[in-house]
């Protein structure tokens, strides 16, 4: 009902609205791209307060004619370029597989990363092997930047004998120990106080190793993101906190996390925390970004926000369909173009890289995901059946099982025996 003051404004509900529906043409000429290279590079020992600049901009390296400019420009070797590359293509290589895999009813579900596999593997880099990863379910660039067998990866996507996490984890949740990759939950931003929980550890215990963790944009509207970011800056946890801003979150954009009203790397200005906004597509950048925020990191100076601006090239997953509320237009319309090919383009810039040697690559690449999928596949895929014994259902939590889980664990194996039915094993 509305009030009777009628000589009173009438008040008005903001809903955003997303710039692009489907069957809209697309025209990204109102996103603001600052020039590679422009973005000063304060030194690692500046105060935060120094650089809030940072976060309305855009850390870019590699320029539109795949040069390399500016004080951000890590200066790595070719080799190690090549090896970058390399990463992002399996990673590529990978989605497609496993996304087809989903789609032949191998599995239940998969997530691809494409046109985000700078933001993993630019950080896998930049970070020491036993930092400790807190991520996301769009990282898998992490896991085989830092050299995880394809196979274990695929097992624990079919649930199979070989799932090391026995079928607990829905497909793509990994949980790798070995590779300081930290279990995925399906219940956004709970990694981040994890993150910050296990860097204030690793600080207090007077250790080295430092925290990094990735949400998406959307997942930035939590509470759990806003205290992650309280507890780092009170007590300069040693962390570097992702923000994968890929611009869609399921069907939402990004205007219902806060998009339209400022960056995502603003947040950090509000906690009194470095924070830095960087093309997400520019692996160079990202990889700089973040060797920048892990000196800070080690040096006492505390936690990090790095915002990585990027697009969600597919839909979100398997489940999903984006051809419903975005339109099809934006992904090839995007302004920051693959990082993929801007990092092949650079090589080939350099005299380091060409057509042939890309494209034999790739045969190789897909040659390598097949036979993991071959060897995967003969350990078992969803569905067919049970892959793990039943009474593995009650391991894992407890380490030692209390008495009324054993007693439901007997009562479910009694069941099982009397049912003349017992389950179908593969
Ligand atoms: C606490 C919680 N709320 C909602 C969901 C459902 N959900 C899963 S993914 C997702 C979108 C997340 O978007 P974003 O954070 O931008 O990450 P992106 O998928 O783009 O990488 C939502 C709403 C969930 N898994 N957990
Ligand atoms: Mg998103």
């Given at each position: 009902?509305?009030?009777?003051?009628?000589?009173?404004?009438?008040?008005?509900?903001?809903?955003?609205?997303?710039?692009?529906?489907?069957?809209?043409?697309?025209?990204?000429?109102?996103?603001?791209?600052?020039?590679?290279?422009?973005?000063?590079r304060?030194?690692?020992?500046?105060?935060?307060?120094?650089?809030?600049?940072?976060?309305y901009?855009?850390?870019?390296?590699?320029?539109?004619?795949?040069?390399?400019?500016?004080?951000?420009?890590p200066?790595?070797?070719?080799?190690?370029?090549?090896?970058?590359?390399?990463?992002?293509?399996?990673?590529?290589?990978?989605?497609?597989?496993?996304?087809?895999?989903?789609?032949?009813?191998?599995?239940?579900?998969?997530?691809?990363?494409?046109?985000?596999?700078?933001?993993?593997?630019?950080?896998?880099?930049?970070?020491?092997?036993?930092?400790?990863?807190?991520?996301?379910?769009?990282?898998?660039?992490?896991?085989?930047?830092?050299?995880?067998?394809?196979?274990?990866?695929?097992?624990?996507?079919?649930?199979n004998?070989?799932?090391?996490?026995?079928?607990?984890?829905?497909?793509?949740?990994?949980?790798?120990?070995r590779?300081?990759?930290?279990?995925?939950?399906?219940?956004?931003?709970?990694?981040?106080?994890?993150?910050?929980?296990?860097?204030?550890a690793?600080?207090?215990?007077?250790?080295?190793?430092?925290?990094?963790?990735?949400?998406?944009?959307g997942?930035?509207?939590?509470?759990?993101?806003?205290?992650?970011?309280?507890?780092?800056?009170?007590?300069?946890?040693?962390?570097?906190f992702?923000?994968?801003?890929?611009?869609?979150?399921?069907?939402?954009?990004?205007?219902?996390?806060?998009?339209?009203?400022?960056?995502?790397?603003?947040?950090?200005v509000?906690y009194g925390?470095?924070?830095?906004?960087?093309?997400?597509?520019?692996?160079?950048?990202?990889?700089?970004?973040?060797?920048?925020?892990?000196?800070?990191?080690?040096?006492?100076?505390?936690?990090?926000?790095?915002?990585?601006?990027?697009?969600?090239?597919?839909?979100h997953?398997?489940?999903?369909?984006?051809?419903?509320?975005?339109s099809?237009?934006e992904?090839?319309?995007?302004?920051?173009?693959?990082?993929?090919?801007?990092?092949?383009?650079?090589?080939?810039?350099?005299?380091?890289?060409d057509?042939?040697?890309?494209?034999?690559?790739?045969?190789?690449?897909?040659?390598?995901?097949?036979?993991?999928?071959?060897?995967?596949?003969?350990n078992?895929?969803?569905?067919?059946?049970?892959?793990?014994?039943?009474?593995?259902?009650?391991?894992?939590?407890?380490?030692?099982?209390?008495?009324?889980?054993?007693e439901?664990?007997?009562?479910?194996?009694?069941?099982?025996?009397?049912?003349?039915?017992?389950?179908?094993?593969k």
């Amino acid at each position: 009902m509305p009030g009777d003051r009628t000589n009173l404004p009438r008040l008005a509900l903001h809903v955003p609205e997303p710039q692009f529906r489907p069957g809209d043409a697309v025209d990204f000429a109102g996103v603001e791209i600052p020039a590679a290279g422009a973005a000063r590079r304060p030194d690692t020992a500046e105060a935060a307060g120094e650089f809030r600049d940072l976060a309305y901009t855009l850390v870019r390296v590699l320029d539109e004619n795949g040069r390399a400019t500016g004080p951000w420009d890590p200066k790595l070797s070719p080799e190690t370029l090549r090896r970058m590359l390399r990463s992002m293509a399996l990673t590529r290589a990978f989605d497609e597989r496993m996304f087809r895999a989903q789609r032949q009813g191998k599995t239940s579900f998969y997530m691809k990363c494409t046109g985000e596999e700078a933001v993993a593997i630019g950080a896998a880099f930049a970070l020491d092997r036993d930092d400790m990863c807190f991520p996301s379910y769009r990282q898998q660039g992490l896991l085989i930047a830092r050299d995880c067998p394809l196979v274990d990866m695929m097992n624990q996507i079919y649930s199979n004998t070989g799932d090391k996490l026995q079928g607990k984890q829905l497909p793509i949740m990994y949980s790798e120990k070995r590779f300081g990759f930290f279990s995925i939950s399906g219940n956004l931003t709970t990694q981040y106080p994890q993150a910050v929980g296990w860097a204030m550890a690793s600080a207090a215990q007077a250790d080295t190793r430092i925290a990094a963790t990735w949400c998406g944009e959307g997942s930035t509207a939590e509470g759990d993101f806003h205290s992650a970011l309280t507890f780092a800056t009170v007590y300069r946890a040693p962390v570097i906190f992702n923000v994968v801003n890929n611009q869609w979150a399921i069907s939402s954009f990004s205007g219902f996390a806060g998009a339209e009203a400022t960056t995502f790397a603003a947040r950090a200005v509000g906690y009194g925390m470095a924070g830095l906004r960087v093309d997400g597509n520019d692996i160079l950048a990202v990889y700089a970004a973040t060797a920048w925020a892990a000196e800070r990191a080690r040096t006492n100076q505390g936690p990090t926000l790095i915002e990585h601006f990027t697009y969600r090239v597919e839909g979100h997953s398997t489940s999903d369909d984006p051809s419903q509320y975005r339109s099809a237009g934006e992904p090839t319309a995007w302004p920051l173009g693959d990082p993929i090919q801007r990092l092949k383009d650079h090589l080939i810039g350099m005299g380091e890289w060409d057509e042939e040697r890309h494209a034999a690559m790739d045969r190789e690449l897909a040659e390598q995901v097949r036979a993991a999928q071959k060897a995967a596949e003969g350990n078992g895929i969803l569905g067919h059946g049970l892959h793990q014994p039943l009474d593995t259902l009650f391991d894992g939590v407890f380490e030692e099982m209390p008495w009324h889980l054993r007693e439901q664990r007997q009562m479910m194996l009694d069941e099982e025996t009397a049912s003349g039915r017992p389950w179908d094993r593969k």
